[in-house]
């Protein structure tokens, strides 16, 4: 019933930005806590940032004040704006959302990011 589609990601040079986009369908988006996840080879998926059903965030130190998460509940979308883009940043970025007092948890496919020169 809900599916998550990931867009935006892109090859871009070391201190770029780029936006991704995760478009949420189904039902009740403003119940749902929803957040990106990157996962590089080789290692396991992190979380980058989370946004709470009433607008909280939350963000990994390695992206703390670099990227900012943000949703529209008009739209049932939810935003990673990526600045200052390091190499290290190189991932496949994974839109997630749970609902608010539940234990299910969505993933969209993935979109690719490299920040390469």
């Known amino acids: 019933q809900v599916q998550l589609v990931e867009s935006g990601g892109d090859l871009v040079q070391p201190g770029g930005s780029l936006r991704l986009s995760c478009a949420f369908s189904?039902?009740?988006?403003?119940?749902?806590?929803m957040a990106w996840y990157r996962q590089a080879p080789g290692k396991q998926r992190e979380l980058v940032a989370g946004?709470?059903?009433?607008?909280?965030?939350n963000y990994a130190n390695s992206v703390t004040g670099r990227f900012t998460i943000s949703r529209d509940n008009f739209k049932n979308m939810v935003y990673l704006q990526m600045n200052s883009l390091k190499t290290e940043d190189t991932a496949v970025y994974y839109c997630?959302?749970?609902?608010?007092?539940?234990?299910?948890?969505?993933w969209g496919q993935g979109t690719q990011v490299t920040v390469s020169s």
């Open positions: 997630n959302g749970n609902p608010r007092g539940g234990i299910v948890n969505y």
């Open positions: 946004i709470s059903s009433v607008g909280s965030t």
């Open positions: 189904g039902s009740a988006f403003g119940f749902y806590n």
